[in-house]
């Protein structure tokens, strides 16, 4: 399958986008962020603004795990 031009010039070490992504195991989120971050279709605005959006989404994500680590911990301790 032929991948669109605007992946094709921004590799990782000749490794395209979605093949780094497995390699590294990045989440939804991280992915779409290097995603993004890699590609060139002349909308760096447009880009930038769909990055900032999934970092925000990945942010509120670890935010909403660290909470729940929290206040699992707070349960079953005998803290009050």
Do not use: C, W
Request: charge should be neutral; glycine fraction near 4%; hydrophobic fraction near 30%.
């Amino acid at each position: 399958m032929k991948k669109p031009e605007h992946y094709n010039k921004r590799t990782i070490a000749g490794n395209d986008v979605i093949d780094m992504i497995k390699v590294l195991d990045l989440n939804f989120n991280q992915g779409n962020i290097l995603k993004y971050l890699l590609r060139d279709k002349g909308q760096d605005k447009a880009d930038l603004i769909k990055i900032i959006d999934y970092a925000q989404r990945e942010l509120n994500y670890i935010t909403e795990q660290e909470t729940t680590k929290i206040n699992n911990y707070k349960l079953f301790s005998n803290e009050d």
